[in-house]
T-cell receptor, first 109, second 113 residues
């Protein structure tokens, strides 16, 4: 079967750095996505990785290792508005997105 | 309209009733999707459409039907609602079938009693 694993919940302090991990086992791989979802709102696109390595976009970076079936999302200089769920999704061989259950990130002052 | 709209925002429905959730996008995206999101589970694909006139089944299609008569609209119908269909439903679209980023509507919160 296909599986995406993420921690259920993480807590971090305002101004700090946090790394959210995602491991996957899917039938084929055609890219990995990270989305942010604030409570009661729609998911919004953050980043996309299809090749190994680090993609940086402002305070957010995403890393991919295809051989290890592993990705992480790195958030720097945390702000209270970063409190949200972070969803990892893998595009499989049929080009369908397989979604993890999401990681709820709680930011404390 | 900018992006994707969904209607209604929320709905309480008696079991056995028929319900259609509406989704409209103005980005001229080829592909559209319907997901349900339940607590503790990832988004699950119900149905999708890669282009107007075509539809396909996702991971959890039973009890749901869709149509894609034109590029902009992708309604989801529950023929006879059951309590297990209580969920938040998201419509999404992307530019080129499965090959592009998906953008989401604001969601419909459906409760079936």
């Amino acid at each position: 079967g296909q599986n995406i694993d993420q921690p259920t919940e993480m807590t971090a302090t305002e101004g700090a750095i946090v790394q959210i991990n995602c491991t996957y086992q899917t039938s084929g791989f055609n890219g990995l996505f990270w989305y942010q979802q604030h409570a009661g709102e729609a998911p919004t696109f953050l980043s996309y990785n299809v090749l190994d390595g680090l993609e940086e976009k402002g305070r957010f970076s995403s890393f991919l290792s295809r051989s290890k079936g592993y990705s992480y999302l790195l958030l720097k200089e945390l702000q209270m508005k970063d409190s949200a769920s972070y969803l990892c999704a893998v595009r499989d061989s049929n080009y369908q997105l397989i979604w993890g259950a999401g990681t709820k990130l709680i930011i404390k002052p | 309209i900018a992006g994707i709209t969904q209607a209604p925002t929320s709905q309480i429905l008696a079991a056995g009733r028929r319900m259609t959730l509406r989704c409209t996008q103005d980005m001229r995206h080829n592909a559209m999707y319907w997901y349900r999101q339940d607590l503790g589970l990832g988004l699950r694909l119900i149905h999708y459409s890669n282009t107007a006139g075509t539809t396909g089944k996702g991971e959890v299609p039973d009890g749901y039907s869709v149509s894609r008569a034109n590029t902009d609209d992708f309604p989801l119908t529950l023929a006879s609602a059951v309590p297990s269909q209580t969920s938040v439903y998201f419509c999404a679209s992307s530019d080129a079938g499965g090959a592009d980023t998906q953008y989401f509507g604001p969601g419909t919160r459906l409760t079936v009693l």
